[in-house]
């Protein structure tokens, strides 16, 4: 049995400016599984970079409200959401409330470095 905690892994800043903590990452651990799964926040008033991944995502909103957006399309969201992210999308969250936006972030494959692209 694997369990990881969260406040035992280390927060970094992604290229597109999130705050981050990785849980779960395939390439990194000897797994079963494809993805990973990280923990991500994003401050209230900021919004992440314009990116592009070119593997599968999904948001899951743990707390807060932003906008999501995706492509030509722009959606609010809130805790409970889920947010499906097709590969190499041009994508970027941004926080529009008081609080921080925190959400799980799954990519499949698992998230590497080199598969995304900052577009702005």
Known sequence: ????????????????????????????????????????????????????????????ILEGQGLMHIEAETAEVKAGDAVDIPPRSLQYIENTGLDDLIFLCIVDPAWRKEDEEICG
């Open 1 to 60: 049995m694997r369990i990881k905690r969260l406040r035992e892994c280390g927060e970094f800043v992604s290229g597109d400016g999130c705050r981050l903590r990785e849980l779960l990452n395939a390439n990194t651990e000897n797994s079963a599984f494809r993805y990973s799964l990280a923990y991500a926040v994003v401050s209230a008033g900021q919004k992440t970079a314009p990116h592009r991944i070119r593997t599968s995502e999904v948001y899951y």
